[in-house]
């Protein structure tokens, strides 16, 4: 079965700073791995995808994701963070085949403060 | 190239009733998928179509079907509404194809329904 983790509810940074959402996860076989963002009274927006290939990945509005095979890990980054990043932010997990299930995490709040 | 859309955007239904919610994929995507999402549950998969057939479904009573059209636009129906069916009912559509040694199955959200049971 696939998972994955999202240790922390919620994330608080300042505007200006670095962040780092985390996620970790568990399949196996190779993953497919995925960022979304959702804001209040939206759906999700993708942000980013690791199928393979490059461990960092780039992806919308500054975001970015490094694939760590080693500690099964998929942390989302950023080098700025705006107050408009302030959202939730989930990881997802797809089976390595055509089929469209994503398996989300529970999710982290991300808090900027100006 | 129009979003996902979803129809109605809100919806209050009484416990016992019936609901189908819609969903119109983006042009050109052939597969779309359903989630459930909840505060107590979180985003949950329904079910995934992919030229009018099921290709996968997750782990959810009977209560829940859903249909896709040759127009690759899809439904979703629950029956005898529970108090518990109240959630934020997404949607999804990805082109789910691979060409080039590229993968395309990147799945893009609608809004979604906002499904109040009372």
């Known amino acids: 079965a696939q998972s994955v983790a999202q240790p922390e509810d919620q994330v608080n940074v300042a505007e200006g700073n670095p962040l780092t959402v985390k996620c970790t996860y568990s399949?196996?076989?190779?993953?497919?791995l995925f960022w979304y963002v959702q804001y209040p009274n939206r759906g999700l927006q993708f942000l980013l995808k690791?199928?393979?290939?490059?461990?960092l990945v780039k992806g919308s509005y500054g975001f970015e994701a490094e694939f760590n095979k080693s500690q099964t890990s998929f942390h989302l980054k950023k080098p700025s963070a705006l107050v408009s990043d302030s959202a939730l932010y989930f990881c997802?997990?797809?089976?390595?085949?055509?089929?469209?299930?994503?398996?989300f995490g529970t999710g982290t709040r991300l808090l900027v403060s100006p | 190239k129009a979003g996902v859309t979803q129809t109605p955007r809100y919806l209050i239904k009484t416990r016992g009733q019936q609901v189908t919610l819609s969903c119109s994929p983006i042009?050109?995507?052939?597969?779309v998928s359903w989630y459930q999402q909840t505060p107590g549950q979180g985003l949950q998969f329904l079910f995934e179509?992919?030229?009018?057939?099921?290709?996968n479904k997750g782990n959810f009573p009977g209560r829940f079907s859903g249909r896709q059209f040759s127009n690759s636009r899809s439904e979703m129906n629950v029956s005898t509404l529970e108090l518990g069916d109240s959630a934020l009912y997404l949607c999804?559509?990805?082109?789910?194809?691979?060409?080039?040694?590229?993968?395309?199955?990147?799945?893009?959200f609608g809004p979604g329904t906002r499904l109040t049971v009372l």
């Open positions: 997802a997990v797809s089976p390595n085949t055509g089929f469209q299930k994503l398996v």
């Open positions: 179509y992919f030229s009018e057939t099921q290709r």
């Open positions: 690791y199928i393979t290939g490059d461990n």
């Open positions: 042009s050109g995507h052939r597969s």
């Open positions: 399949v196996s076989g190779n993953p497919y």
């Open positions: 999804a559509s990805s082109p789910s194809r691979t060409s080039g040694g590229s993968t395309y199955n990147e799945q893009f």
